[in-house]
């Protein structure tokens, strides 16, 4: 392929290296296909759409109202009367459990009502009345039994009949409480710079702002002649509660495909910082580069500034080289967020790479992701497991997207420091505090996302 | 043991001195023609929208202070106090700071100073109607949490104001000397302001919360009780209405007579 003049000008010092695209291909990377039909549940589709009211702002209970259960040997009669003789406004039962609801007496807190309720030797028990939100949890078909970055319950990720791990209830990213306090902005955008993206996914095709741009063939068409940017697309922000396929970390942030490595899943540095330059200037808000290559190179570094300078948090996947040294450009440390990865049980991956630079670590064993049909065949359903930190970067990238949607006014760095604050030191009993294996720790969406209650 | 606020001693003290300045003060000389001094506990809540939340919460203060009433003859008193107050913020969020924090802790202790200006405005045989208004402010000590459970340590410090103004008529009844009734009824405006900030290490942030300016109106009943020749009780409660429901207010005094 014959580059424009102005493009291998730049590419020239941009040193001509093929770069190690963390495509499963590399020494920790694995990609397992799913036969369609075959392991992957078949859950009956819902149509309902979660319509999420605002955020968790005001009150957690209500300010005029309290729940009460008098003792079983309590009279139903004598425990109205009591509650009426504390001037209780209204008292209302709720038969089939023995609770009364009470509307607490005018200027009266709460937290008195409840400290004068719970005085009384008939009273079993006197509760505030809580506040309850719609549960944000997806009905996407593969969510519960196979998304364990996302919630993990303790499953056994059933694979295939050779790989059946069993995971550890808790090691994952927090995303479901944290989908109560924000499930993104449409106006935020995620810039993939990958192999592509495939526009016609079920799970993506309502999610990809357009055809992109296509730095690989010099076009204005970044479909995916690969899969791994189909993939890590999915991660970062496949259609979700669309009772299909995978729930994506930004539930409702857009998806901007822009090609930087070719079908052999390699690209050059100058297709890079292209993509770089050119995805900051559509006004992307997020970047993530589940790619590396091994040099430093300046012009690269000068890329990841200028998209930071322009408010876009940049996101790459440290390596896939266990013991290398974290690739570029992840590791400008300066610019752009360096994402190990762990596995379902919160341990850093085998095959992660490590160093100074690693800010932080996302889930990178076994992730369920969109991929082109044509690529898993017709006889699989088009998703497949991918492992490495390719995988785990789009977690990072879907979370900074979320933080961007709620809080637009932030500055980059301070997006980046809340992302590494927030990380839980999951190899703390080996390695305390921020470590060169996981950086701060594994992203936590929840403490993100969620406020944290002053007591 | 906690250090104890030097402001608030500050403000005790002054209202101390306050009281004794009055108490010493050649009345007979000057135009009050009547000074009583003594300790009021006030209680209130009211019900607010902060700027930007999407929902109502309460808001409630507790004050106590030291109280000067002077009377300058023909119905006109002027009351002045100073003391603390303990203000609880039920679920107050800050939803802009880099962390969102909610706030489920313990009411904020605060400074406040008050003044109150009553009128004789007309006397109808046992029955007398006055205007009265009365200005309280609420000046918020710092308060700091530590933030626990990040990847680095941080903290959070609140600080909070706020102030309220009311007016309206009083009717009383001057049922006899011992004992006088009255129903008052006020426009409320209360404007109030919580200042938290935010520091993990190097991630800093603060969010104001604001509330403008609520205007609610309050029904009260209330009554001078005198008890002695120099001790008087003064009482008051009454409702603030909303939509959907009624904050409270609440006010005892006792007072000395100089």
């Not at chain 2, 700071?97 to 009553?118: H, Q, R, T």
């Not at chain 2, 959070?156 to 049922?175: D, H, I, T, V």
Request: aromatic content about 8%.
């Amino acid at each position: 392929m014959k580059l424009p003049a102005k493009r291998s000008v730049k590419a020239i010092p941009a040193i001509l290296v093929l770069l190690v695209v963390g495509l499963g291909t590399t020494d920790g990377g694995w990609v397992r296909q799913t036969k369609r039909g075959d392991r992957l549940s078949r859950r009956p589709a819902r149509i309902l759409r979660v319509e999420r009211p605002a955020l968790r702002r005001g009150p957690r209970y209500a300010a005029d109202r309290v729940l009460v259960r008098f003792k079983p040997a309590v009279a139903d009669a004598y425990a109205e009367g009591l509650l009426r003789s504390y001037g209780f406004s209204s008292v209302r039962k709720i038969p089939r459990i023995g609770v009364y609801s009470v509307r607490t007496s005018p200027g009266a807190s709460v937290a008195e009502t409840l400290a004068m309720l719970r005085r009384n030797a008939d009273i079993e028990q006197a509760r505030p009345d809580y506040r309850a939100r719609l549960a944000d949890t997806p009905n996407d078909t593969f969510f519960i039994q196979y998304q364990y970055n996302l919630r993990n319950r303790g499953i056994v990720l059933d694979i295939s009949d050779d790989i059946q791990p069993q995971t550890t209830a808790g090691a994952d990213i927090k995303a479901t409480p944290a989908w109560d306090a924000a499930k993104g902005d449409p106006e935020v955008v995620i810039a993939i710079l990958d192999s592509g993206v495939d526009r016609t996914h079920p799970d993506l095709a309502a999610k990809v702002i357009s055809p992109g741009r296509d730095f690989a063939n010099d076009d204005e068409d970044a479909t995916d002649d690969h899969w791994h940017g189909t993939h890590v697309a999915g991660v970062a922000a496949a259609d979700s509660n669309n009772a299909e396929g995978i729930a994506g970390v930004a539930w409702n942030c857009k998806i901007l495909p822009v090609k930087v490595a070719g079908a052999d899943g390699t690209g050059f540095y100058s297709w890079i910082i292209d993509g770089i330059i050119w995805a900051a200037d559509q006004g992307a808000d997020v970047i993530n580069l589940s790619l590396g290559g091994d040099f430093d190179d300046p012009f690269l570094e000068d890329a990841c500034k200028y998209a930071f300078d322009r408010g876009v948090v940049v996101v790459a996947s440290a390596g896939n080289d266990y013991g290398g040294p974290v690739l570029y450009p992840a590791a400008y440390d300066s610019y752009v967020l360096a994402v190990a990865a762990t596995d379902y049980n919160d341990e850093p991956a085998d095959f992660s790479s490590s160093g100074p630079q690693v800010d932080v670590a996302a889930p990178g064993v076994y992730i369920l992701g969109p991929a082109p049909q044509w690529y898993v065949g017709e006889a699989y359903l088009p998703y497949l497991f991918a492992s490495g930190t390719s995988q785990a970067a789009p977690h990072v990238s879907g979370m900074a997207a979320l933080i961007k949607s709620l809080k637009p006014e932030l500055k980059t760095a301070d997006v980046m420091r809340i992302i590494r604050y927030t990380a839980d030191d999951v190899n703390a009993s080996v390695d305390r505090g921020r470590d060169d294996h996981i950086g701060y720790g594994r992203i936590n969406m929840e403490k993100a996302l969620v406020p944290y209650i002053l007591k | 043991m906690r250090k104890r606020s030097g402001g608030a001693w500050r403000l005790i003290s002054l209202g101390i001195a306050l009281v004794l300045a009055a108490a010493h003060a050649p009345a007979a000389e000057s135009k009050v023609k009547m000074l009583m001094a003594g300790l009021n506990f006030d209680h209130f809540s009211r019900t607010v929208v902060w700027d930007g939340d999407t929902g109502p919460s309460r808001l409630q203060a507790s004050l106590v202070s030291a109280r000067t009433d002077f009377g300058f003859g023909k119905g006109l008193t002027l009351s002045l106090s100073a003391g603390l107050s303990l203000t609880d913020f039920e679920g107050l969020a800050f939803g802009t700071l880099p962390i969102p924090l909610a706030y489920d802790a313990s009411p904020i202790k605060g400074l406040v100073l008050g003044a109150e200006l009553e009128a004789l405005l007309l006397k109808y045989g046992d029955f007398e109607i006055k205007a009265a208004g009365r200005f309280v402010s609420s000046f918020g000590m710092s308060r700091t949490w530590p933030l626990e459970g990040f990847a680095v340590v941080g903290e959070a410090k609140g600080r909070s104001n706020w102030m309220e103004a009311s007016a309206g008529p009083r009717l009383a009844y001057l049922l006899s000397d011992a004992f006088v009734p009255y129903l008052e009824v006020n426009a409320r405006w209360l404007r109030a302001d919580f200042r938290m900030e935010e520091t993990l290490e190097d991630l800093q942030g603060h969010e104001k919360k604001l509330v403008k300016g609520d205007l609610s109106f309050s029904v009260a009943l209330g009554g001078d009780t005198r008890v002695s020749d120099r001790l008087t009780i003064k009482a008051k409660a009454g409702l603030v209405p909303y939509a959907g429901g009624a904050d409270v207010l609440a006010s005892v005094g006792l007072l000395y007579m100089f």
